[in-house]
């Protein structure tokens, strides 16, 4: 079992034999990542050393200290969080081997095909088809010709590949027809258009796949199984939305508090108890999430995981709404309204009618908190389900 | 606390939020007891008998299952345990509304006496005595008193050491033998202890919101009391007790909050209305869903307070400002929930709701209220009032 002195030892082995000031980034990235040192708990040759997950963080401590270059995670957030969990369940070796060290690296960036237009909260009501042209009569080869539309899709702009799910079989009702693939972004027929939104920058796009082949041997799962695995996506999806580790006064609340620090012109009692309400908040959240890595670290997962991102959400919006009232005039004002294109999001940057309009999306984007409120209530409570109509109908006959 | 970087300034070491083995198994032993003698509907039947306490109920917890003397050390005849271990136990005693006098005795008035000079025998007699659970001692100041916020004005010390003045509104007074004074004295602040059946004090009862927590007014008329600490020390005393009590307050708000979720839940999952489960409305889901979220989080405060103070954390005023701000307002809100969600059922007497009802409002009172909390917090954090 690698433990933490073995850890330490190796991460010092590779910062002396690639000295981050006399190395190029990308080849660090490289050496750490041969090393097993990106994800300690993904498996030797893959980046990792089949060590626990909670000693990632005497890793990145050791090499943060010794200057070395990051991956930056704010930019392949998607890779990392939601396509590489994913490929390490359910990937072929060989998809593995070829996909994860450029993803970890940066090399090659990832998005997510799965949102449509018509098809946002009830996920699994997807329409972009997937069908089969060649092939065995047992179900593998051939390559599938893909066409449809996908929506809120963070990175397609700068990505290589995407995870995508379509519907292989209409006939079956429409959890069970769908079909989990890798779609090569370069490829004929895939064309992406930005999407302005609300804070006037395009972060998404929509996506058109028209005739996009793809071949057999980049399916995930099994055929029709799709759903299952992007369950796995979706889970670590929420996990990466809320369950980053922050200090006391990290995040939003840090920006506000800073705000107030530096604006004692501005002060009301009425803001004050505000603040010190959402402080409060905010420094409970924080505890949860901690508390949740805790019980994850000694092999307990708890279920209060799906909700830290409801409370992120809940907050990053009253907070940023607190902030706007707070700057009084200058709450007014909006600091840029130009069309970018930005690599990531940032939270805590910008100004906070941007952070405030921003935060909008923190409630609807990786499943609305009224879905994720239902999620809790009926797997985590045990309450009844709601009665559904569209359980044991195929998806082609279910009114769209 | 602060590190020159942040206002906040960072706890000194990572806090452990979780429970230990042993601490399962403390709570495994107060759970069975409570299940088996102080269930809600036996607490309902003892409500308007003219006992204070249930007496049966308290010597088991106290003596048999020894959680009086949690928090004194082995050689002063206690447990040697600490706050995180008292925090479970208070947890169990949330999730029953258990009448028994363990948050005023066993943690704030031990924690006063372990604040004064255990040498002394003044001091080490009462503890061992409360330790063991043959007697209980309360904090002489009224139940609304935030930490730092022990009034010295209301009984006063006179030179021949008698005590003269009123503490309104004194939790578990009735049930004391030991009544643990704060006074005004001639050399300043002091604290005193005095026997409740002494010469001179007379105990009046009041009638509580929450009934399984009794109120007492207490009169001073040139009693006898026994000087313990005078000075800075007296302060210091009184006020980690009173930290004490408000950081594991939140622990009993959480179990408050913990039973009315999970009865709101197996009720309107069972309860039909309009040929579905009430618990398959979607309107009612999202309300016991949310309020499990505020309940996680009460968790993680709650214990994060717990651990501060079994700790002796230089964090400890922040966590128990945060545990008490955050976990007062939670446990309210899934009374309030409990009872609304019940329907007609839960606005009567035979339906123990009413009980959590009243113990999380009155909780929200005890030991500072939530904006007294906040204020506290204002000034640790660097935070200031306009």
């Known amino acids: 079992m690698t433990d933490a002195e073995d850890l330490r030892r190796r991460t010092a082995e590779l910062l002396a034999a690639h000295p981050p000031a006399a190395t190029q980034r990308l080849d660090f990235l490289r050496a750490r990542f041969d090393a097993g040192l990106a994800w300690v708990h993904f498996p030797e040759g893959l980046g990792g050393l089949d060590a626990p997950r909670s000693l990632q963080a005497v890793v990145d401590a050791e090499l943060a200290a010794a200057g070395a270059p990051d991956n930056d995670p704010g930019r392949i957030g998607i890779g990392l969080g939601m396509a590489a969990p994913t490929l390490l369940r359910f990937g072929t070796d060989e998809q593995k081997r070829r996909l994860l060290r450029p993803l970890w690296t940066g090399e090659e960036v990832w998005c997510q095909l799965f949102s449509e237009p018509g098809a946002g909260s009830d996920l699994a009501a997807l329409a972009t088809r997937a069908v089969r042209d060649g092939g065995d009569e047992a179900g593998s080869g051939g390559d599938w010709i893909i066409d449809g539309q996908k929506v809120w899709t963070s990175s397609a702009h700068l990505a290589r590949w995407a995870i995508l799910i379509a519907r292989t ?12 693939f890798i779609c090569d972004m370069t490829d004929p027929g895939v064309e992406v258009r930005p999407l302005r939104q609300i804070t006037g920058e395009a972060e998404f796009n929509e996506v058109f796949l028209t005739g996009v082949r793809i071949p057999d041997s980049r399916r995930l799962g099994a055929v029709g199984e799709g759903w ?10 929420r996990v990466a939305i809320g369950g980053s580790r922050i200090p006391r006064e990290g995040g939003m609340i840090g920006v506000a508090a800073a705000d107030w620090r530096a604006r004692p012109e501005l002060r009301t009692h009425d803001l004050h ?5 959402l402080w409060v908040e905010a420094e409970a959240a924080r505890l949860t999430g901690e508390r949740l890595r805790q019980q994850l670290s000694q092999g307990q997962p708890g279920p209060e995981g799906s909700g830290m991102k409801l409370a992120f959400a809940r907050l990053a ?16 004002t909006y600091d840029d309204w130009t069309m970018r294109r930005p690599d990531g999001v940032d939270f805590t940057g910008r100004e906070a009618g941007y952070r405030y309009l921003r935060a909008k999306g923190n409630s ?10 239902n999620i809790v209530a009926e797997r985590v409570l045990g309450l009844p389900p709601e009665p559904r109509t569209d359980k044991d109908v195929a998806w082609k006959d279910l009114p769209r | 606390m602060n590190d020159g970087t942040s206002p906040a300034g960072t706890p000194a070491a990572d806090p452990d939020l979780l429970y230990s083995a042993d601490e399962e198994a403390l709570r495994a032993a107060v759970r069975s007891l409570f299940a088996d003698r102080g269930a809600p509907a036996t607490v309902l039947a003892g409500l308007e008998s003219a006992s204070a306490h249930d007496a049966g109920l308290w010597r088991a917890l106290a003596t048999d299952i020894g959680a009086a003397g949690l928090l004194v050390p082995e050689k002063l005849g206690g447990a040697g345990a600490s706050a995180r271990e008292a925090a479970v136990v208070l947890e169990e005693a949330g999730r029953c509304v258990a009448p028994v006098p363990y948050l005023t005795s066993a943690v704030i008035a031990v924690t006063a006496l372990l604040g004064c000079d255990r040498g002394r025998e003044e001091v080490a007699a009462p503890l061992a005595a409360l330790a063991g659970g043959g007697s209980v001692g309360v904090l002489a100041v009224p139940w609304t008193t935030a930490p730092g916020g022990a009034s010295e004005g209301a009984v006063r010390a006179g030179a021949d050491g008698t005590l003269t003045g009123r503490v309104t509104s004194v939790a578990d007074a009735a049930g004391a033998a030991l009544l643990l004074v704060p006074v005004r004295g001639p050399d300043g602040p002091a604290l005193y202890a005095v026997e409740a059946a002494a010469d001179g004090v007379r105990t009046g009862s009041v009638t509580p919101l929450d009934l399984t927590r009794p109120l007492g007014h207490l009169t001073f008329d040139g009693a006898r009391g026994t000087l313990l600490a005078s000075g800075e020390r007296a302060r210091t005393a009184v006020d980690g007790a009173l930290l004490a009590g408000a950081g594991l ?9 913990e039973w009315c979720l999970a009865e709101t839940v197996r009720y309107t999952a069972e309860r039909t209305q309009f040929g579905r489960p009430v618990g398959s409305f979607q309107a009612l889901k999202h309300r016991m869903a949310a309020l499990w979220l505020e309940v996680a989080s009460a968790r993680a405060a709650a214990r994060n307070a717990a651990d501060a103070l079994a700790t002796d954390s230089p964090d400890a005023p922040l966590a128990v400002a945060v545990a008490q701000a955050y976990c007062a307002p939670v446990a309210v809100r899934a009374a309030q929930e409990c009872v609304q969600l019940h329907g007609g059922i839960g606005m009567t007497w035979e339906h123990p709701a009413h009980l959590f009802l009243k113990r999380a409002k009155s909780d929200e009172l005890a030991l500072g209220s939530p904006g007294r909390h906040r204020e506290a917090l204002a000034g640790l954090v660097a935070l200031d009032a306009p």
């Open chain 2, 249 to 257: 307050l939140a622990s009993e708000q959480l179990g408050v909050a």
């Open chain 1, 364 to 373: 609807i984007e990786g499943g609305t908190s009224e879905v994720l409120l």
């Open chain 1, 228 to 237: 299952k695995v992007a369950q796995t996506t979706l889970m670590n999806e």
């Open chain 1, 317 to 332: 919006q009253e907070i940023s709404g607190w902030e706007v009232e707070f700057l009084a005039e200058d709450g007014l």
């Open chain 1, 273 to 277: 108890q505000r603040l010190l309400t």
């Open chain 1, 169 to 180: 079989d209409p006939g079956l009702p429409k959890h069970r027809g769908i079909s989990y």
